[in-house]
């Protein structure tokens, strides 16, 4: 079976997802013995038009980046989205909370008229494309992306919970978050992550995206019990689970 | 010999984010040379308004995977100095120590996997996985222990889970810091090993001088990363953290996309070799002696050095960190987050990013919601100094063949080290 | 503890449950767009040993195991044959193998249509819906090899097209006997199809059933149970005389995972062959 | 045996002779609770501890475990049996959720890999110095327990009583050097502690008794408070986790670099996870989350029963400290079906 050839593209985002794949360290050579890195402008400047798989970092918050977007799905049987920005939007997202407008109002009102500045509402890779395959997370976990990486190569679908975040958590035997005053989203997020946030002792804050069946009205009438406020687990959920403010999607 | 040139490198490969270069010449005249910035704009400081106190250092954290341990370290004191919130001695110290792990982490990545490839005369770093395996395998190496320290005390290496206004959420165990001090003294030696291989190729630095200022930290007593006020290699006049707008005069210019920055002339420069130039006294004796190995000298405007500046940094960073490390023996560590309240207030905060000087402002309301932000982003203080320096660049370069042009001008551009997905900030956005 | 080509795996008994034998595919052909059947054979000496209705764990290392019933009939020894759907990891990697190549067995496990004991003698009706036709197909077959041990035989197969049809070969045999009756359907009309139309359902109008003992054996999706009972009832077919033969998500075969719990039950340990009577008061049976 | 004597610092000495050669495992502090964690030296036990976060099933059956190992396709090999280890301070309700767990995978099909874990555990008990905010083991007959374990520590005074009950436990306690008998006083002191102990953990009363469970169960599965209680429920699973009679698992491949050699692994699974009773193309039997909710109080008081005449429950408590919604208390559930 000839290597599959890999081209990695991004968008709008931190590049922290392309840098997790750098940080592969040494497993980097040994991906690079599995699959054939085409492109990358990141790291390299060899460039191609021919690939298997694409890899896309970033969310999409411009029309010609949708054209762009177009154009690499045109040419890739196989398309994964790397990352929250390319999965849901990310935290990009927080930018659609407030209304183009005045968003344009408070740009165009100093410095108007540069073109650039024009953006689209911010829209997750799968909202402009049919994508194959999601690694989550803000950033990916590295052991997550090289597993899809193998089972990609190896012709096989990679299991990807569907269950929430404090399976693992409670495996790890993190204090929970709950009990230290805190509002964490492990509940309604997909794990995958290994629970990293509450490992450190910090509350999840959502960045893979809902979990299957995510019971947002659960967690609503749950918050009393620990004295927090509704105002307050929409600001958390704000942040990559529920950008929109339209509740949490099953999606 | 009359030349004419017709250049648009788009994108600018081996940097960070989208970058694109245009050269125009005929006749031998320099008709465009021009650095643009087309990445989208994230609009980040719209982002954290309305975001709480507490939610400020994840989401800004996201302005940059490469530097996310500066934005956050930025983020937490800006939101400290709003909120009236003084940590203890112990927590600031592991706070340097965390952000060298980054600065090494971030300088190791630029010079051994985007730099070195120029000066082998690689198209990138996997064909010399080939050609020098050794040579490679010692910058995994050590990129992999700036990545495991940053792990230690982030919690991650990118986008940190342990920095949060107060202190941390997790501090390292007696024996885990142990275990990093002999970790990091046996460093020293790879470092120096890679430091050796780039002084072999240093001959490949095209030399290029052009008088300029430059902008970094400057804190009596040490090589400046994460307190201190805001110098100029200008004056001897120095302005505190909070006074950054006056430091960074934004301005827009028809000339670019992008925002400049001017303070005393029409451009400055920030990075490793701004911070070289200001605080050089300071430097370690082993960071000392490698800045003598590569002829930085005195004072080096040579914007192509800053790679080398970085190299130096490395050294600073593996000494300091042992120094830090050995007066945190034996101590407990327990007093490292002191509880916060929500309170109205503005804060700011300056701190040394890989790539310069980087600033932030909050101002939050009395439940510490977030009201308005300022974030200035060291690649978009350079975007101006780097145009000037392909201006002045391009006329002496246009006997050469176009591929060595183009060669030239990306490594100058690769030596700034651009970050422009983080610079992708370049207007203001005031809330009023 | 090792199970290679060179030393013949232990069997499940003493050994590690969880450890497959090799086997080798004999044969290997698509029937639909999306089953393929498969002959394979144990390396080593040993017969497979199942009976009609087991199931057997087929691993494909990296892929996964998944269990598949075994649809030939063990009156037919030297080999044993499956039918597989592609689905996901495992079915998909099945699919893209080849005569020769190597797959994993454990098994076989589960319960078995009673065709030795209390099914003697009783004239069997069959009904398959889809896929259902599979482990179906290894009591017909042996009902057949058989063909004195057993009384009347009349076989109801449906499936949703056309082209979903499996073992169109055989079923076209089994229409030329005189010895049993094939009725078959499809969901929907289908082009080149001048068979029955409508749901399975539909074809029990079409029955008459002689009066004597009648067992029923069925299989087929998980919606199809409850319809077929009910026409099962009105033919006064006892429910101690309807075997049922049910899927789950299963992990291990072996009575530990848990997934394959219907209530109380294990579908790998007191199934996947179900007395039709002993479900009724389980309300995630049927 | 004769039950022996020893005081504190002399078990502490026994701990870290122990160490010099074998692997130990013990109750430690991780923050303000606790976890079982392989020692690295005595005195880091936290023997007085309440309970602990996961209970020591995961000693016996690793949240993360390989079956075996491949090459290509053809080559299996099962994982080789790990270490014998010392299993040190498990408190009697976790002994009964480990003696069932026993039964479970030393039944018909001997699993290979449990037992090997099992048969290189030596099992040492002590009876609770504390008892945890929600434990209710006192009334699920397991604040006690008289087998199950090879040897069993007391603390009563200022000493703790040793009693061995398996060749296993004896040889241990011989490593300690010549002991004194317990003296007929502190023999009663610790009739008193079990005594004490039984009343204590019932930080929830089940107003039944547990063998009245099964029937309880069979009068309620249409009951309004599956759907009730289900409707905070996250099917986080947490319940199932922490549970240390809940052993279901799932079992995944994976691959190295090589995509020819790799493991066969299982990990833990729960029931209150949506997927886990649904099947390839789509189809899931318990799609609810009050299905799955109310199948866990089944399995644990009602069909597992059935199977062997116990309750899988031990009253530990896990349950409801873990779970966020806090919805999670089987006492909670049992008493409203009992209408009170
Ligand atoms: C007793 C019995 C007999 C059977 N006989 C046959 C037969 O003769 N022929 C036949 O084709 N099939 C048969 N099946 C069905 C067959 O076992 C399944 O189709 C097969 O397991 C699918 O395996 P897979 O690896 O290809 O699919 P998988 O990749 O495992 O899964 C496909 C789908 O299953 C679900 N799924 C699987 N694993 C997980 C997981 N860990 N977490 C979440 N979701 C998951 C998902 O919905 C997924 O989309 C039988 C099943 C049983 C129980
Ligand atoms: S800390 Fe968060 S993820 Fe962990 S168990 Fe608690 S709620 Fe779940
Ligand atoms: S009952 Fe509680 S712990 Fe269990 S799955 Fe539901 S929310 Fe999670
Ligand atoms: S059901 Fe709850 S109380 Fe009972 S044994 Fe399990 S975790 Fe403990």
């Known amino acids: 079976m000839p290597r599959p050839r890999v081209a990695i593209f991004d968008f709008a985002g931190c590049e922290g997802c392309q840098l997790q794949i750098v940080n592969l360290e040494e497993a980097l050579l040994d991906l690079l013995r599995v699959v054939d890195v085409v492109e990358w402008r990141e790291a390299m400047s060899e460039q191609s038009d021919v690939f298997d798989i694409a890899v896309v970092e970033g969310a999409i918050t411009r029309l010609e980046d949708e054209e762009r977007l177009k154009r690499i799905r045109q040419k890739a049987p196989v398309l994964v989205a790397l990352g929250s920005c390319a999965s849901s939007g990310g935290l990009n997202k927080l930018k659609n909370r407030m209304a183009m407008s005045e968003a344009r109002r408070l740009v165009y009102g100093r410095d108007g008229g540069v073109s650039r500045l024009d953006t689209a509402p911010v829209k997750a890779v799968s909202e402009v494309v049919k994508v194959d395959y999601l690694v989550r997370g803000c950033p990916i976990d590295r052991r997550e992306f090289s597993y899809v990486v193998r089972c990609l190569a190896l012709g096989r679908e990679p299991f990807i919970p569907g269950y929430p975040v404090c399976v693992e958590c409670r495996i790890r035997e993190n204090a929970c978050r709950w009990q230290e005053g805190e509002i964490c989203l492990g509940p309604l997020t997909r794990a995958g992550c290994g629970a990293a946030c509450p490992a450190q002792g910090a509350a999840c804050l959502g960045c893979r995206g809902t979990c299957d069946d995510a019971n947002l009205e659960g967690m609503a009438s749950v918050l009393a019990q620990y004295g927090k406020s509704r105002e307050e687990l929409e600001s958390r959920l704000a942040v990559f689970l529920d950008p929109d403010g339209k509740g949490v999607s099953h999606a | ?432 | 503890m090792e199970g290679t080509l060179d030393s013949p795996a232990r069997t499940s008994g003493g050994g590690d449950i969880y450890l497959p034998r090799p086997a080798t595919l004999l044969s290997v052909s698509a029937m639909t767009a999306s089953d393929a059947f498969f002959e394979l054979a144990l390396d080593g000496p040993e017969d497979l040993g199942h009976l009609p209705g087991q199931f057997v764990e087929v691993s494909v290392p990296g892929m996964g195991e998944a269990p598949i019933s075994v649809c030939s009939s063990p009156t037919r020894k030297g080999s044993f044959q499956m039918l597989v759907r592609r689905i996901g990891s495992v079915t998909q990697a099945l699919h893209r193998k080849s005569p020769g190549d190597k797959v994993g067995i454990r098994g076989p496990f589960g319960t078995s249509f009673p065709m030795e004991g209390e099914l003697k003698g009783k004239n069997l009706l069959f009904v398959a819906g889809g896929i259902g036709l599979a482990p179906l197909r290894s009591a017909i077959q042996y009902a057949l090899d058989r063909r004195g041990d057993f009384g009347r035989i009349a076989i109801l197969a449906g499936t949703r097209s056309a082209a979903e049809r499996l073992f169109t070969g055989e079923l076209l045999e089994w229409k030329r006997r005189n010895d049993l009756t094939l009725l078959e359907t499809v969901d929907q009309p289908s082009p080149g199809w001048a068979g029955q139309v409508g749901l399975i359902t539909g074809l029990f109008g079409m029955l008459r059933l002689e009066p004597g003992p009648w067992a029923a054996l069925v299989c087929g999706p998980p919606v199809m149970y409850r319809f077929v009972l009910r026409e099962l009832r009105r033919l006064q077919v006892p429910s101690r005389e309807v075997h049922v033969s049910l899927e789950r998500r299963m992990k291990c075969g072996v009575g530990k995972c848990g997934h394959c719990q219907i209530n109380g039950l294990y579908v790998c340990q007191q199934g996947p062959v179900f007395r039709a009577g002993d479900l009724f008061d389980l309300k995630e049976a049927l | 045996m004769t039950v022996k004597q020893m005081d504190p610092a002399s078990l502490n000495g026994w701990v870290d002779g122990l160490l010099l050669n074998r692997t130990v495992i013990g109750p430690v502090q991780k923050g303000d609770k606790f976890v079982f964690e392989s020692l690295s030296r005595a005195s880091d036990l936290r023997l007085d501890y309440d309970t602990t976060l996961l209970p020591p099933k995961k000693f016996l059956l690793p949240s993360r475990e390989i079956l075996l190992t491949f090459r290509g396709d053809s080559h299996y090999a099962s994982q080789a049996p790990p270490d014998p280890f010392v299993l040190l301070g498990v408190h009697p309700y976790d002994v009964a959720a480990i003696r069932q767990m026993d039964r479970v995978f030393s039944e018909k099909q001997v699993d290979t890999h449990y037992m090997a874990r099992r048969g290189a555990c030596t099992l040492v008990a002590l009876d609770a110095q504390a008892v945890s905010p929600n434990n209710f083991a006192g009334c699920m007959g397991t604040a006690t327990v008289r087998e199950g374990w090879d040897l069993l520590f007391s603390r009563v005074g200022g000493a703790y009583l040793a009693e061995a009950a398996t060749e296993k436990g004896e040889s241990l306690l011989r490593s300690a050097g010549l002991l004194a008998d317990a003296a007929p006083g502190q023999l009663e002191e610790r009739d008193r502690l079990w005594e004490s102990n039984r009343q204590a953990m019932r930080r929830h009363v089940l107003h039944c008794s547990p063998q009245d469970l099964p029937g309880l169960l069979s009068r309620n599965y249409d009951h309004p408070l599956w759907q009730e209680r289900a409707e905070r429920c996250f099917s986080c699973g947490a319940c199932n986790v922490v549970c240390p009679t809940c052993y279901c698992f799932d079992v995944q491949d994976e691959v190295d670099w090589s995509l020819e050699c790799g493991s066969r692994c299982r990990a833990w699974d729960g029931c209150l996870l949506r997927d886990f009773a649904s099947v390839a193309g789509g189809h899931n039997f318990r799609r609810h989350s009050a299905e799955r909710y109310r199948h866990r109080y089944y399995r644990k008081a009602k069909y597992l029963p059935e199977m062997t005449g116990e309750i899988a429950c031990v009253g530990c408590g896990r349950c409801v400290d873990a779970c966020v919604a806090r919805t999670a208390n089987p006492v909670e559930v049992y008493n409203t079906l009992l209408g009170d």
């Open chain 2, 1 to 432: 010999m009359p030349r004419t040139v017709h250049l648009d490198i788009h994108p600018v490969t081996r940097v960070e984010g989208h970058g694109q270069l245009v050269v125009r010449a005929s006749d031998g005249r320099v008709e465009r040379a021009e650095w643009l910035v087309p990445e989208a704009p994230r609009f980040f400081e719209a982002m954290v308004r309305a975001r709480r106190w507490d939610e400020i250092q994840p989401v800004v954290s996201r302005v940059c995977g490469i530097c996310s341990i500066s934005h956050s370290l930025a983020a937490v004191k800006a939101v400290e100095e709003a909120l009236g919130v003084a940590i203890s001695d112990d927590a600031r110290m592991l706070r340097v120590l965390t952000h060298y792990s980054e600065l090494l982490q971030s300088h190791v990545l630029h010079v051994g996997y985007l730099v070195a490839p120029d000066l082998m005369g690689a198209p990138s770093v996997v064909p010399l996985a080939q050609t020098n395996l050794d040579l490679v395998k010692k910058v995994v190496g050590l990129h992999r222990a700036a990545n495991e320290w940053s792990d230690l005390l982030a919690g991650r290496t990118t986008h940190p889970l342990t920095l949060v206004p107060g202190g941390f959420t997790r501090v390292p165990a007696p024996r885990e810091l142990e275990g990093l001090r002999r970790r990091l003294a046996g460093l020293v030696p790879m470092a120096t090993e890679l430091a050796e291989a780039v002084l072999a190729v240093a001959g490949a630095v095209p030399s290029f001088h052009r008088d300029t200022e430059y902008v970094a930290l400057r804190q009596a007593g040490e090589y400046a990363f994460t307190r201190g006020d805001i110098a100029s290699s200008d004056t001897d006049e120095s302005r505190p953290a909070g006074e950054f707008e006056s430091v960074a005069n934004e301005y827009v210019t028809p000339q670019s996309t992008a925002k400049w920055t001017r303070w005393h002339r029409d451009s400055y420069a920030v990075g490793a070799l701004a911070r070289y130039n200001l605080n050089r006294a300071e430097l370690l004796p082993l960071a000392s002696k490698w800045a003598g190995m590569f002829g930085l000298g005195g004072h080096c405007d040579n914007p192509y050095m800053n790679s080398v500046a970085q190299l130096v940094e490395c050294a600073q960073i593996l000494e300091d960190s042992q120094r830090i490390l050995d007066s945190l023996a034996g101590r407990d560590l327990k007093d490292t987050r002191v509880e916060v309240h929500p309170a109205a207030g503005e804060g700011a905060s300056a701190v040394e990013a890989p790539r310069g000087i980087l600033f932030h402002r909050y101002a939050f309301d009395e439940k510490g919601v977030c009201q308005s932000a300022n974030l200035c982003i060291p690649t978009n203080q350079n975007h101006g100094n780097l145009q000037k320096d392909i201006e002045s660049l391009v006329p002496g370069l246009l006997h050469l063949g176009q591929d060595e042009i183009r060669l030239r001008l990306e490594m100058l551009v690769r030596a700034y080290d651009p970050c422009i997905s983080c610079s992708t900030h370049f207007l203001k956005v005031r809330f009023i």
